[in-house]
Protein backbone atom coordinates (compact mmCIF):
# COMPACT_ATOMS: atom_id res chain seq x y z
CA UNK A 1 0.00 0.00 0.00
CA UNK A 2 1.21 3.20 -1.14
CA UNK A 3 0.05 7.29 -0.38
CA UNK A 4 -0.14 8.31 -3.58
CA UNK A 5 0.32 12.30 -3.95
CA UNK A 6 -1.49 13.33 -7.42
CA UNK A 7 -0.81 16.39 -7.95
CA UNK A 8 2.71 18.48 -7.39
CA UNK A 9 1.94 20.02 -4.42
CA UNK A 10 4.64 20.47 -0.95
CA UNK A 11 1.21 20.73 1.00
CA UNK A 12 -0.06 17.54 -0.20
CA UNK A 13 3.00 15.85 0.50
CA UNK A 14 2.96 17.48 3.99
CA UNK A 15 -0.28 15.67 4.31
CA UNK A 16 0.66 12.40 3.05
CA UNK A 17 3.49 12.39 5.68
CA UNK A 18 0.91 13.06 8.56
CA UNK A 19 -1.05 10.51 7.51
CA UNK A 20 2.04 7.67 6.81
CA UNK A 21 2.58 8.72 11.08
CA UNK A 22 -1.05 8.00 11.68
CA UNK A 23 -1.29 4.22 9.40
CA UNK A 24 1.98 3.06 11.18
CA UNK A 25 0.78 3.92 14.91
CA UNK A 26 -2.54 2.72 14.39
CA UNK A 27 -1.94 -0.67 12.12
CA UNK A 28 1.79 -1.13 12.39
CA UNK A 29 1.96 -1.14 8.49
CA UNK A 30 4.84 1.45 6.69
CA UNK A 31 3.25 2.81 3.77
CA UNK A 32 5.34 5.24 2.16
CA UNK A 33 4.52 7.79 -0.19
CA UNK A 34 5.18 8.38 -3.72
CA UNK A 35 3.92 10.62 -6.65
CA UNK A 36 2.52 8.28 -9.17
CA UNK A 37 -0.80 6.58 -10.67
CA UNK A 38 -2.62 5.09 -7.93
CA UNK A 39 -2.26 0.75 -8.05
CA UNK A 40 -4.83 -1.36 -6.31
CA UNK A 41 -5.54 -0.56 -2.33
CA UNK A 42 -2.94 2.34 -2.62
CA UNK A 43 -4.40 5.57 -0.99
CA UNK A 44 -4.67 8.76 -3.03
CA UNK A 45 -4.87 12.55 -1.81
CA UNK A 46 -5.75 14.73 -4.81
CA UNK A 47 -7.11 18.01 -5.47
CA UNK A 48 -10.33 18.36 -7.47
CA UNK A 49 -12.89 21.47 -7.75
CA UNK A 50 -15.59 19.77 -7.87
CA UNK A 51 -15.21 17.76 -4.86
CA UNK A 52 -16.93 20.16 -2.18
CA UNK A 53 -18.61 23.36 -1.63
CA UNK A 54 -15.60 25.21 -0.38
CA UNK A 55 -11.89 24.53 0.54
CA UNK A 56 -12.69 22.73 3.49
CA UNK A 57 -14.91 20.26 1.70
CA UNK A 58 -14.11 16.87 0.90
CA UNK A 59 -15.26 13.76 -0.59
CA UNK A 60 -13.46 10.19 1.07
CA UNK A 61 -13.94 6.81 -1.07
CA UNK A 62 -13.50 3.69 -0.09
CA UNK A 63 -14.10 1.18 -2.38
CA UNK A 64 -11.89 -2.26 -3.71
CA UNK A 65 -9.78 -0.31 -5.80
CA UNK A 66 -8.56 1.84 -2.56
CA UNK A 67 -9.05 5.12 -0.99
CA UNK A 68 -9.38 8.21 -2.40
CA UNK A 69 -9.55 11.67 -0.73
CA UNK A 70 -10.08 14.85 -2.99
CA UNK A 71 -10.97 18.26 -1.96
CA UNK A 72 -11.07 21.84 -3.87
CA UNK A 73 -8.40 22.88 -1.25
CA UNK A 74 -5.54 21.30 0.90
CA UNK A 75 -7.22 22.32 3.90
CA UNK A 76 -10.07 19.35 2.92
CA UNK A 77 -7.40 16.90 1.90
CA UNK A 78 -6.24 17.45 5.31
CA UNK A 79 -9.86 16.86 7.19
CA UNK A 80 -10.57 13.79 4.97
CA UNK A 81 -7.01 12.27 5.88
CA UNK A 82 -8.34 12.64 9.17
CA UNK A 83 -11.41 11.20 8.85
CA UNK A 84 -9.79 8.04 7.05
CA UNK A 85 -7.71 8.16 10.42
CA UNK A 86 -10.86 7.95 12.67
CA UNK A 87 -11.56 4.81 10.31
CA UNK A 88 -8.26 3.20 11.47
CA UNK A 89 -8.08 0.85 14.54
CA UNK A 90 -7.55 2.91 17.90
CA UNK A 91 -4.34 1.32 18.22
CA UNK A 92 -1.28 -1.10 16.20
CA UNK A 93 -1.95 -4.92 16.72
CA UNK A 94 0.35 -7.45 15.21
CA UNK A 95 2.75 -5.92 12.84
CA UNK A 96 1.30 -6.58 9.37
CA UNK A 97 -1.72 -8.08 10.67
CA UNK A 98 -4.34 -7.77 8.19
CA UNK A 99 -6.57 -3.94 8.23
CA UNK A 100 -9.71 -3.41 6.66
CA UNK A 101 -11.91 -0.26 6.15
CA UNK A 102 -15.99 -0.41 5.47
CA UNK A 103 -16.70 0.69 1.78
CA UNK A 104 -18.20 4.14 1.93
CA UNK A 105 -18.69 7.69 0.41
CA UNK A 106 -18.44 10.35 2.69
CA UNK A 107 -18.98 13.84 1.25
CA UNK A 108 -18.28 16.15 4.30
CA UNK A 109 -17.78 19.87 4.79
CA UNK A 110 -17.58 22.21 7.92
CA UNK A 111 -20.72 24.49 8.90
CA UNK A 112 -18.34 27.05 10.73
CA UNK A 113 -15.04 28.05 9.19
CA UNK A 114 -13.77 29.64 12.98
CA UNK A 115 -13.79 25.88 15.03
CA UNK A 116 -11.68 27.01 17.67
CA UNK A 117 -11.05 26.27 21.12
CA UNK A 118 -8.80 28.38 23.57
CA UNK A 119 -6.17 27.89 25.98
CA UNK A 120 -5.73 29.98 29.27
CA UNK A 121 -1.88 29.84 29.37
CA UNK A 122 -1.77 32.48 31.57
CA UNK A 123 -3.78 31.36 34.69
CA UNK A 124 -2.32 28.22 34.71
CA UNK A 125 0.93 27.67 32.34
CA UNK A 126 1.27 24.56 29.95
CA UNK A 127 5.03 23.56 28.71
CA UNK A 128 5.14 23.81 24.73
CA UNK A 129 4.75 19.63 24.17
CA UNK A 130 1.42 20.02 26.18
CA UNK A 131 0.19 23.04 23.86
CA UNK A 132 1.43 21.11 20.45
CA UNK A 133 -0.12 17.97 22.22
CA UNK A 134 -3.10 19.84 22.61
CA UNK A 135 -3.06 21.14 18.74
CA UNK A 136 -2.72 17.32 17.65
CA UNK A 137 -6.51 16.82 19.43
CA UNK A 138 -7.82 19.98 17.93
CA UNK A 139 -6.87 18.82 14.52
CA UNK A 140 -8.09 15.27 14.95
CA UNK A 141 -11.01 16.97 16.25
CA UNK A 142 -11.28 19.21 12.98
CA UNK A 143 -10.88 22.06 15.00
CA UNK A 144 -8.84 24.74 12.80
CA UNK A 145 -8.05 27.51 15.81
CA UNK A 146 -6.14 27.38 19.05
CA UNK A 147 -6.60 30.47 20.82
CA UNK A 148 -3.85 30.86 22.68
CA UNK A 149 -4.08 33.35 25.79
CA UNK A 150 -0.66 34.51 26.82
CA UNK A 151 -1.05 37.68 28.98
CA UNK A 152 -2.90 37.64 32.11
CA UNK A 153 -2.96 39.07 35.96
CA UNK A 154 -1.45 36.17 36.77
CA UNK A 155 1.36 35.49 34.76
CA UNK A 156 2.89 37.15 31.35
CA UNK A 157 3.61 34.05 28.90
CA UNK A 158 5.31 35.44 26.19
CA UNK A 159 9.10 36.37 25.36
CA UNK A 160 9.16 39.76 24.37
CA UNK A 161 12.62 40.59 23.81
CA UNK A 162 12.49 44.30 24.15
CA UNK A 163 10.81 44.23 27.76
CA UNK A 164 12.76 41.15 29.45
CA UNK A 165 11.15 41.40 32.61
CA UNK A 166 8.29 40.89 31.54
CA UNK A 167 9.33 37.57 31.64
CA UNK A 168 11.88 38.05 34.43
CA UNK A 169 9.03 39.60 36.77
CA UNK A 170 5.70 39.05 35.36
CA UNK A 171 5.67 35.14 34.26
CA UNK A 172 6.05 34.35 37.88
CA UNK A 173 3.90 34.82 41.12
CA UNK A 174 3.96 33.60 44.71
CA UNK A 175 1.05 30.95 45.61
CA UNK A 176 -0.40 31.07 49.36
CA UNK A 177 1.89 28.48 50.29
CA UNK A 178 4.86 30.38 49.13
CA UNK A 179 5.81 28.38 46.74
CA UNK A 180 6.78 30.59 43.26
CA UNK A 181 4.75 28.97 39.97
CA UNK A 182 4.91 30.13 36.78
CA UNK A 183 6.76 29.56 33.47
CA UNK A 184 6.85 31.20 29.61
CA UNK A 185 7.49 30.56 26.11
CA UNK A 186 10.94 31.79 24.13
CA UNK A 187 10.15 32.98 20.98
CA UNK A 188 11.88 30.09 19.44
CA UNK A 189 9.11 27.86 21.29
CA UNK A 190 6.27 29.81 20.32
CA UNK A 191 7.58 29.67 16.34
CA UNK A 192 7.56 25.67 16.84
CA UNK A 193 4.17 25.37 17.94
CA UNK A 194 3.16 27.52 15.16
CA UNK A 195 4.66 25.94 12.65
CA UNK A 196 3.64 22.39 14.20
CA UNK A 197 -0.05 23.60 14.34
CA UNK A 198 0.36 25.02 10.56
CA UNK A 199 0.82 21.67 9.24
CA UNK A 200 -1.74 20.02 11.14
CA UNK A 201 -4.49 22.98 10.00
CA UNK A 202 -4.74 24.83 13.11
CA UNK A 203 -4.25 28.28 13.07
CA UNK A 204 -2.60 30.21 16.23
CA UNK A 205 -4.42 33.43 17.38
CA UNK A 206 -2.73 35.35 20.16
CA UNK A 207 -4.63 37.06 23.19
CA UNK A 208 -2.23 40.05 24.10
CA UNK A 209 -5.12 41.34 26.65
CA UNK A 210 -5.30 45.29 27.03
CA UNK A 211 -6.23 47.19 29.20
CA UNK A 212 -7.36 45.45 31.42
CA UNK A 213 -6.49 41.88 32.75
CA UNK A 214 -2.50 43.25 32.84
CA UNK A 215 -1.10 43.63 36.50
CA UNK A 216 1.36 41.11 35.45
CA UNK A 217 2.60 43.47 32.79
CA UNK A 218 2.27 46.71 35.56
CA UNK A 219 4.22 44.84 38.19
CA UNK A 220 7.03 44.06 35.57
CA UNK A 221 7.00 47.41 34.58
CA UNK A 222 4.98 50.03 36.91
CA UNK A 223 4.93 53.22 34.68
CA UNK A 224 2.67 51.18 32.98
CA UNK A 225 -0.20 51.80 35.27
CA UNK A 226 -1.42 55.07 36.57
CA UNK A 227 -0.30 55.05 40.21
CA UNK A 228 3.86 53.64 39.33
CA UNK A 229 3.31 51.53 42.61
CA UNK A 230 6.20 49.74 42.70
CA UNK A 231 4.94 47.08 45.20
CA UNK A 232 2.55 45.42 42.94
CA UNK A 233 2.97 41.76 42.79
CA UNK A 234 1.57 39.63 40.09
CA UNK A 235 -1.21 37.96 41.63
CA UNK A 236 -1.95 34.82 43.22
CA UNK A 237 -5.69 35.18 43.30
CA UNK A 238 -8.59 35.55 40.80
CA UNK A 239 -10.73 38.19 40.05
CA UNK A 240 -11.34 41.63 37.99
CA UNK A 241 -8.31 44.14 39.55
CA UNK A 242 -8.07 47.57 39.21
CA UNK A 243 -4.95 48.53 38.42
CA UNK A 244 -4.85 48.40 34.49
CA UNK A 245 -3.19 50.05 31.74
CA UNK A 246 -3.05 53.49 32.17
CA UNK A 247 -3.49 55.74 28.70
CA UNK A 248 0.04 57.83 28.43
CA UNK A 249 2.32 57.92 25.64
CA UNK A 250 4.63 55.53 26.81
CA UNK A 251 1.88 52.99 27.45
CA UNK A 252 1.03 53.12 23.87
CA UNK A 253 4.34 52.93 22.84
CA UNK A 254 5.07 49.77 24.92
CA UNK A 255 2.20 48.06 23.27
CA UNK A 256 3.81 48.82 19.76
CA UNK A 257 6.78 47.64 20.58
CA UNK A 258 4.99 44.31 22.01
CA UNK A 259 2.62 43.65 19.20
CA UNK A 260 5.68 44.30 16.32
CA UNK A 261 7.03 41.21 17.96
CA UNK A 262 3.72 39.61 18.04
CA UNK A 263 3.13 40.24 14.61
CA UNK A 264 6.53 38.34 13.72
CA UNK A 265 5.99 35.60 15.21
CA UNK A 266 2.38 34.97 14.66
CA UNK A 267 1.22 34.61 11.09
CA UNK A 268 -2.35 34.68 12.20
CA UNK A 269 -4.90 37.56 10.46
CA UNK A 270 -6.39 38.29 14.06
CA UNK A 271 -4.74 39.23 17.58
CA UNK A 272 -7.11 39.02 20.36
CA UNK A 273 -6.56 42.20 22.43
CA UNK A 274 -9.54 41.26 25.13
CA UNK A 275 -11.05 44.66 25.97
CA UNK A 276 -13.33 43.44 28.76
CA UNK A 277 -13.59 44.03 32.90
CA UNK A 278 -11.76 47.29 33.05
CA UNK A 279 -12.65 48.70 36.00
CA UNK A 280 -12.34 52.96 35.82
CA UNK A 281 -10.98 53.39 39.09
CA UNK A 282 -7.41 54.67 38.41
CA UNK A 283 -8.56 56.56 35.41
CA UNK A 284 -10.67 58.78 37.24
CA UNK A 285 -8.23 59.31 40.14
CA UNK A 286 -5.69 59.95 37.69
CA UNK A 287 -4.82 63.70 36.60
CA UNK A 288 -3.36 62.91 33.23
CA UNK A 289 -6.35 61.05 32.43
CA UNK A 290 -8.69 63.14 32.87
CA UNK A 291 -6.28 65.71 31.08
CA UNK A 292 -6.80 63.60 28.01
CA UNK A 293 -10.65 63.01 28.63
CA UNK A 294 -10.84 66.68 28.47
CA UNK A 295 -8.79 67.30 25.46
CA UNK A 296 -10.19 64.33 23.35
CA UNK A 297 -13.95 65.47 24.84
CA UNK A 298 -13.92 61.41 26.27
Not at 48 to 72: F, H, K, Q, S
Not at 180 to 208: H, K, L, M, S
Not at 217 to 244: E, H, K, M
Request: net charge positive; hydrophobic share 40%; glycine share 10%.
Amino acid sequence: VHIVVATPSGRLREIAGLLQQWVAASTGHRVTVQQRTAGRGDITLRLDRGAGPGPEAYTLEVGAAGVDIAAPATAGVLWGAQTLRQLLPAASGARGAPVSIPALLIRDAPRFGWRGSLMDVGRHFFPAPFVKRYVDLLSRSKLNVLHWHLTEDQGWRLQIRRYPRLTEVGAWRTELDGSRYGGFYTQDEVRDVVAYARVRGVTVVPEIEMPGHSVAAIASYPWLGCTGDTTIRVPNSWGVFQDVYCPREATFTFLEHVLTEVLALFPSPYIHIGGDEVPKDRWRACADCQELMRREGL
